[in-house]
């Protein structure tokens, strides 16, 4: 009688170790939860600067198209992106006719100069968060 209960304690105590409790579980998923959501944070900010890089080479491209435009027609005009795509004076792609956040290119020709803008991240006009070349 004694060797049967100690055989079954000894089941018992064996099943209790085969796999991790629930506390354990909830434990290591809300570990990994926080790393996860620093990650997160850590990348986002990297893919802001890299947005904003971006939109500022885009933006000199464009703005070495409308010179190189100029030589072949009127320093008076101010293209828009899809003509200086159609006449050949930029290349045509998704970065050229629309900045990082989908937002259409405003130029702006004024003294035989260019400035290229974008709205930037908060896609509005006019605020503080714009990117223009050559002005910043």
Excluded: Y
């Excluded at 000199?60 to 100029?70: D, E, F, H, N």
């Amino acid at each position: 009688m004694q060797t049967l209960i100690r055989t079954k304690l000894r089941r018992k105590h064996r099943r209790g170790r085969r796999g991790f409790s629930l506390i354990e579980v909830v434990v290591a998923i809300a570990i990994i939860a926080m790393v996860s959501g620093g990650v997160v944070v850590a990348v986002m900010k990297h893919k802001q600067k890299s947005d904003q890089n971006m939109t500022r080479v885009n933006a000199g491209a464009i703005r070495m198209g409308v010179k190189s435009w100029w030589i072949e027609h009127s320093v008076s005009e101010c293209p828009n992106v899809k003509r200086l795509v159609d006449d050949g004076a930029i290349d045509r792609g998704k970065a050229v006719s629309q900045d990082a956040w989908g937002q259409p290119w405003k130029i702006v020709c004024e003294d035989h100069d260019a400035t290229v803008i974008s709205r930037g991240p908060d896609k509005l006009p006019d605020t503080e968060d714009d990117i223009r070349v050559p002005h910043g």
